[in-house]
Structures are given as structure tokens and as C-alpha cells.
């Protein structure tokens, strides 16, 4: 697949912007037209830079107003039109986006038109140009694709072409299939464009909301194999207007433009009818099967008081590696492993973040092929190395820079502990507290990677979405954001922080950086897993009396429920499906904690909760810092 991307796309200025995306991987790239008007150098000089970048410029735009002029103004127009094409000559495009006329005095008529559109070719061709026209959503007479393609059929010029933008087909719902029907040498290029679905303006949600594909909620993969199936094979271009993008960081947003490319053409290849697409195959989105373990980087004194906590949470020690200072710790299904090696890439991550869970484990049915599909979606591999005869586990680069192991159990893989680790006896008096398995891992990021860890996880990974929630904290808001498989053996939230002084900004302001903020465990009888805490000496998060109140009244809870739930500290929630239930830890270090969950078939992950157990947490936050716990 051809990759483009317009300037407007990325922050900075022109030449950051087109190393950016020279960097990402691109192969073209729009000018747009104020990108150009802003830099001070020629055309020429514009078009020398994206060629010494090794890029192409896929075509110069918007041109606007053009077609549909009464008399009055028909001559300025095509005036203004040679005056784009005498730039368009320096810059070294051949095409030219001509979107549809919004101007007041327009007067419509798809002959007349298709008329300006001919002469317009005409003029282009005596300079070897192309001409594509793009309908806006929001265009005076013409805003639908449908009829944007009758003009340039009826116009019927070698040089004027159609351009398809799938944001202004898919706002409108137009109907996807009527592209199946156009030569594929009548559409010059293809734009592309997710957006959140949000009941606004369309001008607005254009210019402001628009994003990369996969990290909205427009079909845009159904658009796109339906411009497959014509046969088209040309450039595909993000043209992305995001605020938050605008303000972002060049490289980040670029690198984002071109996983979401890479994984909507999989995904495309993979419909039916789109075999003319060029697309490199690559093993299909990894099936996760759980979580095979969570890794702590620390150094010895700080790893007494983790494994103190880990010990009043029921975990024992059950292994120690054979050659690193690297014990694993384990509950039913659930392995922590605790490293205090004094080099290598954990004690690194030690050094810049303190004690952090930096690591985690995914199983997956085949690793080699995950990692083959994470690093053609540009996910940065790791590997460090390991001692003769111990196992190499295929790594990634994840969220802030921790790592994403990949497990399976068709190699030695699935033996790493056995293989690496001798078996010990936790000497330890230890109560084991019924924690099964792995529920959820919380990641806390910055509020703008919210998307580029969503699109991370759900390219290379069988997951989806579940909508965006507000969680409320004291002192702003907190977003979050749940990826999850069907099956419930992958469950990530991605809690997105906009100022540091709510728990979350804070945990990434002070851990320099974002990580797992919270491990979330199953019980399967909450009430049992709370006593046997209790007799291991763990502290549970203190929730405010009045919740309860509250609570017993939201749902009607028998009030003998409701003292128990109180007495554990245990917050409770239901759904349409079920019951939930959970436990937290104080915070560890600045503001890690356990939770612990029983989920009686509920889906959901206890956001009307959050509020009271953020507030909780951060009580226990003073101003010199976090206590630990
Ligand atoms: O918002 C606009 O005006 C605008 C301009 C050019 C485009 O290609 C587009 O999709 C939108
Ligand atoms: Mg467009």
C-alpha cells in the first residue's frame, strides 16, 4: 500500500514536519497549502526538501470555490487556478485537490460544473496537471461523493479525476458500496481519516476531532476495501485536523499515521474482493490467552517492602532464577516476578522510574508470530542478552518505554520459569487468598498517548474498544479508556492523565513517565480472600462510611450485604450482566496499588466507584509525598 500523509496532519513547522514523516515510514506527503505559505523558502526549495527526505509529494491543496461561479466571477477563479499551478510547477506535484464550492454565489448544476471542470483540464493538461475533486461534507451543492463522481464523469477529461476522503463519505453514512462502481483510474488518490463519533457540526468535527484510522469509530476499513475492490492501488493519505495533534509531538503523530495505515491494510486484505491491493501479508492480530506475568524492576531495599506486600496479598515465593537476582512470586494463576539485578535494561528502568512494574508477559497461541506482526506494525523490538541454555523470550517495546514479553506454549517458551528458575519454599507463614488469575492491568498515560497506546494495542492484538469514561478525580478529570478481548484473558484499562495533580498526573510526573499504575487480581469469593488479608496483616483501602449508605440505597442491597461490604471495605457495583465487587490497597512508592475483584458475570470495571476510591487513595497522599504503605 502507497502511504501519504497531508502536512496539516503534524505539528511544527515544514521541514519537522516532513522529517517526522519521512521518519514514520511515508512515502508521499500532502502540501498544504498554508504549511507552504508559511515557510520562507521557494516552491522549488519546498519540493528539493521532500525529495532529499526520499519522499514524493502526492499533491498540493485545498483549492477552494472553484467550480459553479456565476459569470461574474468565473474568470478570477480560473486565474486563481493558473496561480496554483505555476506553484504546483515549482513544487513538483502533478495534482491538485479541488474541493467543493461553499461560496454563497455559487450556483450549482452538475452540468455546469462538469463544464468548469473540462476547461479546468483543459489548462491542466497544457502543463502536464491533474485535476481531483473532493465533495465536502458540508459543500454548498455538492457534499456526497455520488455526485462529486457525476461531475467528473460527465466532464469526461483524461486530466480530472475524482478524489474519495472517507471522512466526508463516512459523516454523512453514505451509503460505501456506490464506490465499488468507479474506474479505478477515475479516482486520483484516497484520503483517509477516522473521527470519534460525536453529534456535532460537520465543518467542526472536521477541522477539530478528526483521527488516525483505528483510533475512531468510522467503518473506515469498510470504506477502504470498498476503494479496493475497484481495483485502485495508488496512494493512500491520512488527513488528520486534531487540535490534540496539532499540539503533539511531530514524531509521535507521524509514527502513529503509519501503524494505523499499516493495520488498516491488513485488515483490508483480509475482506473479500480487495486481492489487487498491495499489501504485505503478516500474521493475523495475536489471541491473547492471559497474562503469564507482571514484572517488577527494584533494588533490594525497596523489594522488602514490595514483597511484604505481595506476602499480605498471598503470594509465596516459589522460584528463583538460576543465574539473576530474579525471584518469581505466585498465586494461582498469577506470577509476579520481583528483579533487583544491578544492570541490564531492568536496573535501567529502575534507575529512571524507582520501583515500577515495567513489565509484563502477554500469552499468546504462537509468539514468534505476534512479534513478526508487532514489528511490522513498527513496534520496537527488545532483546538483551541472555545466559547459555536460558530462554529468549520475544520482547516489545510497550507504555513508557517498559517491555511487552510474548509467551506460548509451543516452545520452550511456556517453560521459561522451569527452564530458568529453580523451585524454593517460601519459608514464609503466608495465608493464600483465593487471587486466580490477572483481571486487569492499568496503565496510566499521558492524556494526548491515550490513542497512540490504543491503536498500539489493538493493531497487533485480537482486542477492541469500549467507550471513553470521565473518571472524576478531586482534582480534575482522569479519562479511561478499556481494551479487552471477547473472552475477558486480556483486559487493559488506559487511564489518560491532563494534570499531575490528580493521582494519576501524579504518578506519572513523579515516576517520570507512564507505566502500570494498578494490577487488578480475581477472587472467586471476595469475602474469603478479604479474611484471609486480614490474617496476613493487609492493609485494605479505607472507603468513607457514607458510600455505603449510599450504595445500599442505589441498589436496594439487604442491609446485612451492605455492613459486610463495609466492614471489608469492599466497593460494589452491577450491571446489566452482574454483580462486581472490590478491594484496594493504599499506595505503594507515588501511587501503585492492587485491587482485588470478584466479578459475578459483570462486564464493566466499577467506574462509578472510581470517584470514592481515588478520593480514598489520595488521602493518604501528603504533600512531602507519598507514605509508603
Ligand atoms: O476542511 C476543509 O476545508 C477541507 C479542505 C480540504 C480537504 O481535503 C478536506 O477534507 C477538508
Ligand atoms: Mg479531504
Not at 521518519?23 to 515557510?39: Q, S, T
Not at 459523516?171 to 464506490?179: L, T, W
Not at 501479508?281 to 523489594?303: L, N, Q
Request: hydrophobic residues 40%.
Amino acid at each position: 500500500m502507497k502511504t501519504s500523509i497531508a502536512t496539516v496532519s503534524i505539528s511544527g513547522e515544514l521541514p519537522e514536519k516532513l522529517e517526522a514523516i519521512a521518519k514514520a515510514g511515508f512515502g508521499g506527503v500532502e502540501i498544504f497549502e498554508n504549511d507552504f505559505l508559511a515557510f520562507d523558502g521557494s516552491p522549488a526549495d519546498v519540493g528539493k526538501m521532500v525529495r532529499d527526505h526520499g519522499l514524493e509529494i502526492t499533491l498540493f491543496q485545498p483549492f477552494r470555490d472553484f467550480e459553479g461561479m456565476p459569470a461574474s466571477h468565473r474568470q478570477r477563479t480560473f486565474d486563481r487556478a493558473e496561480r496554483k499551478f505555476d506553484v504546483m510547477q515549482e513544487l513538483g506535484t502533478d495534482l491538485v485537490l479541488v474541493c467543493s464550492n461553499v461560496s454563497p454565489v455559487s450556483l450549482g448544476g452538475v452540468d455546469r460544473a462538469a463544464a468548469d471542470f473540462y476547461d479546468l483540464g483543459e489548462r491542466a493538461a497544457k502543463r502536464g496537471l491533474r485535476i481531483g475533486y473532493e465533495a465536502l461534507a458540508w459543500g454548498r451543492h455538492v457534499n456526497d461523493h455520488r455526485d462529486a463522481w457525476e461531475i467528473v464523469r460527465r466532464a469526461d477529461h483524461p486530466n480530472v479525476g475524482l478524489i474519495l476522503d472517507s471522512f466526508h463519505t463516512l459523516s454523512r453514512k453514505i451509503d460505501i458500496n456506490s464506490i465499488r462502481s468507479i474506474p479505478k483510474d477515475k479516482i486520483f488518490i484516497v484520503q483517509l481519516a477516522d473521527a470519534p463519533l460525536i453529534d456535532m457540526d460537520l465543518l467542526y468535527w472536521s477541522r477539530h476531532f478528526r483521527n488516525m484510522p483505528g483510533e475512531g469509530d468510522l467503518p473506515v476499513t469498510a470504506f477502504t476495501a470498498a476503494v479496493a475492490a475497484t481495483g485502485y492501488d495508488g496512494y493512500f493519505s491520512l488527513e488528520i485536523f486534531n487540535d490534540q495533534f496539532r499540539g503533539g509531538q511531530a514524531r509521535s503523530i507521524a509514527a502513529d499515521g503509519h501503524r494505523s495505515l499499516i493495520y488498516l491494510g491488513d485488515q483490508v486484505r483480509r475482506a473479500p474482493g480487495t486481492e489487487t491491493l498491495s499489501v504485505a501479508s503478516m500474521p493475523d492480530r495475536a489471541t491473547v490467552r492471559g497474562v503469564g506475568f507482571v514484572e517488577f524492576s527494584t533494588d533490594e531495599e525497596d523489594a522488602a517492602d514490595l514483597i511484604g506486600i505481595l506476602r499480605t496479598l498471598g503470594f509465596r515465593k516459589t522460584a528463583a532464577h538460576r543465574s539473576k537476582k530474579v525471584s518469581i512470586f505466585q498465586q494461582g494463576d498469577i506470577r509476579l516476578i520481583v528483579n533487583t539485578e544491578e544492570k541490564g535494561f531492568t536496573n535501567a528502568s529502575f534507575a529512571v522510574h524507582g520501583t515500577s512494574a515495567y513489565a509484563m508477559a502477554l500469552i499468546v497461541d504462537d509468539a514468534k508470530q505476534a512479534f513478526a506482526r508487532a514489528v511490522a506494525l513498527d513496534a520496537e523490538p527488545f532483546s538483551q542478552p541472555v545466559a547459555a541454555g536460558e530462554v529468549e523470550i520475544p520482547a516489545i517495546r510497550g507504555v513508557g518505554g517498559g517491555l511487552i514479553y510474548l509467551l506460548d506454549d509451543q516452545s520452550d517458551l511456556g517453560r521459561f520459569s522451569e527452564i530458568d528458575f529453580m523451585p524454593v519454599e517460601d519459608e514464609a507463614e503466608i495465608v493464600p487468598a483465593h487471587l486466580l488469575r490477572i483481571d486487569h492491568v492499568a496503565q496510566t498515560v499521558a492524556y494526548d498517548e491515550m490513542l497512540t497506546w490504543l491503536l498500539f494495542y489493538s493493531s497487533i492484538f485480537e482486542t477492541h474498544k469500549t467507550p471513553m469514561v470521565d473518571i472524576i478525580d478531586p482534582a480534575g478529570v482522569v479519562r479511561s479508556q478499556v481494551v479487552e478481548n471477547a473472552s475477558g484473558s486480556l483486559r487493559i484499562t488506559l487511564n489518560g492523565a491532563e494534570n499531575r495533580r490528580t493521582l494519576a498526573g501524579h504518578f506519572i510526573a513523579e515516576t517520570f513517565g507512564s507505566g502500570i499504575q494498578h494490577l487488578a487480581f480475581d477472587t472467586d469469593d471476595i469475602f474469603a480472600t478479604a479474611e484471609a488479608l486480614r490474617k496476613n496483616g493487609f492493609r485494605p483501602l479505607h472507603i468513607s462510611p457514607n458510600y455505603y449508605g449510599d450504595v445500599e440505597a442505589r441498589f436496594g442491597l439487604d442491609p446485612e450485604l451492605t455492613e459486610r461490604l463495609k466492614a471489608e471495605n469492599i466497593l460494589y457495583d452491577r450491571d446489566e450482566h452482574g454483580e462486581y465487587f472490590q478491594l484496594y490497597s493504599g499506595t505503594y512508592g507515588e501511587g501503585f496499588f492492587f485491587e482485588i475483584v470478584e466479578r459475578r458475570n459483570y462486564r464493566g470495571y466499577g467506574a462509578p466507584n472510581a470517584i470514592f476510591r481515588i478520593a480514598a487513595l489520595k488521602k493518604l497522599m501528603r504533600p512531602e509525598g507519598l507514605p509508603k504503605m
